[in-house]
Every structure is written in C-alpha cells, then in structure tokens.
C-alpha cells in the first residue's frame, strides 16, 4: 500500500489507496482534515479520539474558519480542562461526508467535478474507516480513549465494535446504538425540505448561485427543535414577544422563538453545504449497531477488553436514556466494564455541549481511572 | 342586524354583517360552512357543537369530497354511536381561515381575487365568534354540549370563556389553554417550508399552477411527526424497509416510516390549501387563554356554570397531560366541575381520533350525565 500523505500545515491526511465502504464501492483520493492538540508521548498511548456529531467539525478547540465562533468544546477540551491536553494528546477529524476539509459531495470528484449526488452513500462504519486510516498514519496503535456525544457516540460504539483493540476506553454521551423510526422521520422530513427547494438542482448547485438555502434552513430548524427539549424552550422563549409590547397579527417573527429558530436556520447556511447534510442524516438512519452483528447487540462487544462508560441527560428525547440503557445491557451481557448515568440537565439533547457541570466530572474521572 | 341567510342546499351560512375580529378588523361576507346532523327538539336545547381541529373541517362524518374518505370521526359521531345522533342534533362547520367552504384566504376578497395574504391574521375567539354567529342563525340559544380536540379544546375553552352562556357542558380533548414555545417552534417550521417554496408567491398562487405543494408537502410532514408518539412509530414502523430486503445505499424512502411520511405530505396537499395552513397555525400560536383575561387562567372561566371534561393522552407529547392539568386547576380555582382522566393509548396526540374504547366511554358518558 502506498504511504497516505499528511499535509502538515492545514492537518490534512491524504489516502494513498481508496476507502473501502459499507455500500461495496471504494472512494478514492480521500482526505481527512483534523485537529490534533497536546503532545503525542513516546509510547503514542496518550490519545484521545474526539468523534463530532452531525453538524460539527474537527474545530474542536480552534474558531471556526467559517464563523469565527471559538470551537465546539472549548469547555471540555484544553489545558487543565476535563479532556486534558496536557495530558492527552486529543485529535478530532473531520468525518467523511462533511464539508470542512474531509472528502465530501462538494469535494472534486475524480473528473475534476464535485461529486455532489454522485458521492457514494456512506455509513458511520465508514466514518470510523476514515478513523482508523488517520489513527494509522499517525502512527497510533492504540487510543487511551474515544470520546463522542450523539452521532459522535455512535462512531465511538462503531469503532468500539468494529476494530476493538484501538482504543482502551470508549466514552459515549446522549447517543444510541440505532435510529428509531422517529430520529428517521425527523431526518426525512429535512431532507425532503432540501430536495424541495429549485435551488438544490438535484444537488448540482455548487456551480450555480448559493445553493439550497432555505431549504437547508427549514431542515436546520426542524433538527434544532429535536435538540432542545420542551422545558428548555419554555425556560428561555416561553411565549415571550420579540422587540414589540404586542403581537403583529401578521407574519412576523412575533415571538422570540420564531426568531431564534430562523436565525439558527438562516446561521446554518453560511457554514454548511446541504448535500452534506443529506449524506451524514442518511448515514445516521442507516446506523444499527445490532443489525450488523446478526440482530443481538451484545454480540458488538465480544470482543471488546475495553472499558466504557455511558451518559445520557434525562431532558435528552432525541437519544433518551433508554437509548443508553440498551447499550449498557449489551455491554452487560457481554461481560465488559460499563459505568452508565444519566443526568439531570434542561438542555435537552445539546446537554453534553453546554454547562452541565456533573458532565465535565463525568469525564475527567472517567478518562483518568 | 340584516338576517344572515342559510344556504340550505350545500349547509353554507353567508352573514349579513362583518365579523369583528381581535386584530381589529371586520371581515366582509363570511360564509359559514357546516354539516349537522339528528334532528333539533322543538325546545332547541339538545345540540352538540363539535369543533375541528387544525386541518379538520366539517366532515365528521360524511365522506370527504375531496378525499372520498369517510368523515374524520364517524366512529365518534352517529346513531348509536358516543355522540349519538339519535338524541343529539350535531352541529360542526368549517372555521373561519379554512378552505371547506368558510371564509378564508382562498375565498375572493371584496374585490373578486382571492384574498390571498391580504386576509386578516385571525384568532381561535374570531373562530369561536363565527360558530356564535351560525347559533344565532339557528335560533340554537344553548348548545347542550360543546366539544373538541386539539384545536377544536382550544375553541371550547374560547367559547367557555368568552361565551359562558351559550353551553352547558364543555368535553376538551388532547387540548391546551395555550401554544407553548416548542408548539410554536414546529409551527414556524411549517411556515417557513411554505414560504420558502417560490410557488408560494408571497400568497399569490391561486391563479398560478399548483401552489407551494413541496413546501406544504413539507410542513405537513413536520407535523405529522407531533401527531404520533415515539411508541408509536416504533410499533407501526421500527426500522422495517419498504418493499426492499436490503438498503439501497440511496435516497430512496428505504424505510417504511419515510414513505409513511412522504405520501402523508403530498396527500394532504390535496386537500388543503397553504394560505390556510399559515392562518390556522398563525391563530394556534397566538392562543394563551389566560393572556386574555389578566394573566390569570382561572379568571377565565370565573362567568361559567357549564361542567366541564378534560381528557389527555399518556403518550401525547404536542399538547401533554401536564397541559390538561393545568386548565382544571384554573377550572378548580373557579369552583367549576370538572372532571379529568388521563388515557393510556399508544397513538399519541393523534389518539382522540383513533380507536379509543376508554375514550368512548368517557365521551357517552359525560354528554349523558
């Protein structure tokens, strides 16, 4: 196999040979773009794999190139944080199907085209594919831990089942072994609000002005809604008015809500490429960890002589706990260590990204046991 | 006051006189548009008004002419049926905003186009004070019972508060006394599918083709999700294929639940008009029954000598228990009779429509005390 490449000044792995995938075809010139920070020890034993969920990014710590917003886990990861770096040497690609760097439908498709709809359907297994040929690259045997909270969970309990011996720890937050019909419908109905909008052009729009962009944004809000949770909205929004002592009786963003929910939709755009969007929700719907080891879950780890923790937030009902619950049973009746709590935070499904203090304790006590 | 005129052949009523509205408006040459049945006693006191919800109308139980599909609650309504036609003269129309036959924006304007967005954004009391207007054509001076599910409670409660006279007993189902924010949220999603649809034209599409059918298509999917519990897909659903053995590693409906979801989007696109869909929803969001009357909930039943009924759905997640709970508490603090039951039934929100048994039971019994 010839040598994969890594570009160093912009942390971009190029594969030498194409990714095998789940759908039997092989994607060439793959590369995976990543973050990689605190110092790999000696024994390269010390890393730390950081899976992101469906609309993140390997700007785990870094601003967003896009945004310029500080990254995603700030919180979680850095010097003296819960996810030490430090201590660890943490890295987190870019999944496959995305577009931040790692090959994706807007990438140049071997005759110099995006690929656009003639990108290859992928799996989350195909993500963890990716995984392991940057683990591999750089050298990595075996990870300390992988860490993912929702479909980032899901890599983690892929690869914790599907190459076993590369990571000694799997950490997994608000996330599931599979997608329920009702995590399927919600995917459906944006991608139906993608597909809907003339602008996607059968997702040959890159040449072509700006793209689906309402379309992605009414699939941005409908996702957004299923990531916060009843309480937290009436918290935050109740039905409090936005900018005005009376309603309109129009069509206005009378209600904070309204606009809060619009922004998300229309912020979303400038950062993400719709196609995107439809390849990674149908890589999560086709995601059923039992079903790929003959319909019984456990059979995922019998191989495992890792140790694994599960957390999941009891506001959580996009990945409720019962979702976690059904992994920990596995992990059980496989006879693998398995610590399981389900916290109590109003943030709903995005708990394991914001300020839920009993998480960051969580995490640091399990990745230093 | 110039009589308003019965239409007997197709059951229209067309006012005499503008209907005021909250917004401050009059609307011009409301028609009415209803189905009754059984027959009215000489004394006039033994109807039953029955109030549809968001994409209802007043087919209860005559086919659809659109659809050709049996009215939406023919279990509910007949003789010998829980609503039972041979005791009860049944009274259900059309609300205003809708596309069956009353006023709405698809009716023409003063100026013969349709109204399109130029009609007035409307409220679930403006709803209420239509049905008001077809009981005084009626000379119906006190309705026996009152009763509605979804937003067909939020009219009861509307006409319990704002009308206390006109009915003896109120029977509220899977309803609530306001929109939450996450109620709202979902809502603002389907208007802005079908607003981002350009066949949507800023309202202005009856003489241009189809409408925004994919926006719509859309929205109705979205909401459709709100209608069914979790539980429920997963037994109608799971992660059953459709017509497939394997995954087609495409964008196909490969799920039963995304197929499911599909034909019910451009199904209903046939039988309802978009405009509609905005108004109505408009009017839902804009209901907080308490907000009308000082802030305080119970306030607005302080006038009532009517008994009232409340019944909830253990596994409606739009509109929960806890929504129900609220307005007999203010019932309660009012020293009304209530009575309150939560059911236990698979089908989510949707079940006030289904096969209920408990339901039935509840409902015959409360109109018969």
Chains 1, 2 share one sequence.
Request: charged content about 20%; aromatic content about 10%; some cysteine.
């Amino acid at each position: 196999m010839a040598t994969a490449r890594i570009l160093d000044e912009s942390k971009v792995l190029e594969l030498a040979e194409p990714l095998p995938l789940d759908g039997g075809q092989s994607l060439p010139g793959v590369r995976i773009a990543f973050e990689a920070h605190g110092t790999l020890n000696a024994a390269k034993d010390n890393a730390i794999l950081i899976c992101h969920a469906l609309t993140g990014d390997q700007h785990v710590v870094s601003n967003h190139p896009k945004t310029g917003k500080p990254g995603w886990w700030v919180r979680m990861v850095g010097p003296g944080k819960p996810i030490d770096t430090d201590k660890f040497h943490v890295i987190c690609a870019n999944v496959i199907g995305s577009c931040m760097g790692s090959t994706g439908p807007a990438s140049p498709s071997p005759d110099g085209d995006p690929w656009g709809m003639r990108f290859p359907v992928i799996t989350i297994r195909d993500m963890v594919r990716a995984h392991i040929a940057l683990l591999d690259a750089l050298g990595i045997e075996q990870l300390h831990a992988v860490v993912g909270g929702s479909m980032g969970g899901m890599q983690a309990l892929s690869l914790a089942a599907n190459f076993p011996d590369r990571a000694r720890a799997f950490l997994v937050l608000a996330s599931t072994a599979r997608h329920s019909a009702q995590n399927i419908a919600f995917h459906e109905v944006g991608r139906q609000a993608i597909m809907a909008d003339p602008e996607w052009r059968e997702g040959d729009y890159y040449a072509h002005g700006r793209g689906p962009e309402k379309g992605l944004s009414v699939a941005r809000m409908a996702a957004h809604i299923t990531y916060l949770s009843e309480e937290g909205l009436t918290a935050k929004f109740g039905r409090r008015l936005q900018d005005r002592d009376e309603k309109t009786f129009g069509f206005d963003a009378d209600f904070q809500v309204e606009s809060y929910l619009r922004y998300q939709g229309l912020s979303f755009t400038g950062r993400f490429d719709a196609n995107s969007y439809l390849y990674i929700t149908r890589a999560m719907d086709y995601f059923d960890l039992a079903e790929e080891h003959g319909g019984r879950l456990a059979n995922a780890f019998t191989r495992s002589k890792a140790r694994f923790c599960l957390v999941s937030f009891d506001t959580d009902w996009l990945y409720p706990t019962s979702e976690s619950r059904n992994v920990v049973h596995a992990l059980n009746a496989s006879g693998v260590p398995v610590s399981f709590v389900e916290l109590s935070a109003p943030f709903g499904h995005d708990s394991f990204l914001l300020d839920v203090p009993a998480l960051d304790r969580v995490v640091e006590g399990f990745l230093n046991q």
